[in-house]
């Protein structure tokens, strides 16, 4: 199974070891980028935060970290904890992203998680601010000629 | 007197324009705020930064008063608060 993207050379040899006869295969395996693998909506009244988890799974057999510095928001307001996960081998463990929207608006933004040893995720985020679920207010009483 | 805390998040300096209406019908409102504009630094951490107002109540009539407070920034950030005053009369 192929992490990465690129073009992948191998030979392969059929052999009957009685004869000594043989075929040999030269295998050429091109593996695309993928397409985007997710739509994560999150939606929040502004000035909230709402997050959702993410599992990433190692198939290999060797210990992955995957740290912040790894990722690509195109959102400032977009975060992802925590600053690092480490993945032993064989296992799947999540991690959190985080919105916080400050105006009633509605965009789009790319999450992409670049890993040396895993490769590319990407993530599409569908964000929206809604109007503030509570209204403030403040109780004033005194006395005329006061204040 | 009263301060009205709010939290700044936005990851760059501003200034909010600090407006107070009245919302119960026209004239001067009884509620006036201390600051015209309030200044805020970038909030460089998710947990923002803690700002505040102070609202001041100064009724000219016994009652009740009611009005709103508008923080408004030129990036669109917007927080409101609804003023509620109760006058009585003055104790010699």
Same mark, same amino acid.
């Given at each position: 199974?192929?992490?990465?993207?690129?073009?992948?050379?191998?030979?392969?040899?059929?052999?009957?070891?009685?004869?000594?006869?043989?075929?040999?295969?030269?295998?050429?395996?091109?593996?695309?980028?993928?397409?985007?693998?997710?739509?994560i909506d999150l939606f929040s009244a502004? !000035?909230e935060s709402v997050s959702q988890g993410v599992v990433?799974?190692?198939?290999?057999?060797?210990?992955?970290?995957?740290?912040?510095?790894?990722?690509?928001i195109?959102n400032?307001y977009v975060e992802v904890t925590p600053?690092?996960?480490?993945?032993?081998? !064989?296992?799947? !463990?999540e991690f959190k992203i985080s919105f916080r929207p400050?105006?009633?608006?509605?965009?789009?933004?790319?999450l992409?998680?670049?890993?040396?040893?895993?490769?590319?995720?990407?993530y599409?985020l569908?964000l929206?601010?809604?109007?503030?679920?509570?209204?403030?207010?403040?109780?004033?009483?005194?006395?005329?000629?006061?204040? | 007197?009263? =301060?009205?805390?709010?939290?700044?998040?936005?990851?760059? =300096?501003?200034?909010?324009?600090?407006?107070?209406?009245?919302?119960?019908?026209?004239?001067?409102?009884?509620?006036?705020?201390?600051?015209?504009?309030?200044?805020? =630094?970038?909030?460089?951490?998710n947990?923002?930064?803690?700002?505040?107002?102070?609202?001041?109540?100064?009724?000219?009539?016994?009652?009740?008063?009611?009005?709103?407070?508008?923080?408004?920034?030129?990036?669109?950030?917007?927080?409101?608060?609804?003023?509620?005053?109760?006058?009585?009369?003055?104790?010699?």
């Amino acid at each position: 199974m192929a992490m990465r993207a690129g073009v992948y050379k191998m030979t392969c040899t059929f052999k009957v070891e009685s004869t000594g006869e043989y075929v040999v295969y030269k295998v050429n395996v091109t593996v695309v980028e993928s397409e985007d693998q997710h739509e994560i909506d999150l939606f929040s009244a502004i !000035r909230e935060s709402v997050s959702q988890g993410v599992v990433i799974e190692n198939p290999t057999n060797q210990q992955v970290v995957i740290n912040q510095s790894q990722f690509t928001i195109g959102n400032e307001y977009v975060e992802v904890t925590p600053e690092e996960l480490t993945l032993k081998p !064989r296992e799947s !463990r999540e991690f959190k992203i985080s919105f916080r929207p400050l105006m009633v608006s509605e965009s789009q933004c790319d999450l992409v998680l670049k890993n040396p040893i895993l490769g590319d995720f990407k993530y599409k985020l569908n964000l929206k601010g809604t109007a503030p679920t509570s209204q403030r207010s403040l109780a004033f009483k005194c006395a005329l000629g006061q204040d | 007197m009263q =301060a009205f805390k709010f939290t700044h998040f936005m990851k760059k =300096a501003t200034t909010y324009t600090v407006k107070v209406e009245r919302t119960d019908g026209a004239g001067i409102a009884d509620f006036k705020a201390e600051v015209a504009t309030v200044p805020a =630094a970038a909030a460089d951490s998710n947990k923002g930064i803690m700002l505040s107002v102070n609202i001041r109540y100064e009724p000219f009539t016994i009652g009740d008063s009611r009005g709103v407070l508008k923080l408004t920034s030129p990036e669109g950030m917007e927080y409101s608060c609804l003023l509620f005053g109760k006058s009585s009369a003055s104790q010699p």
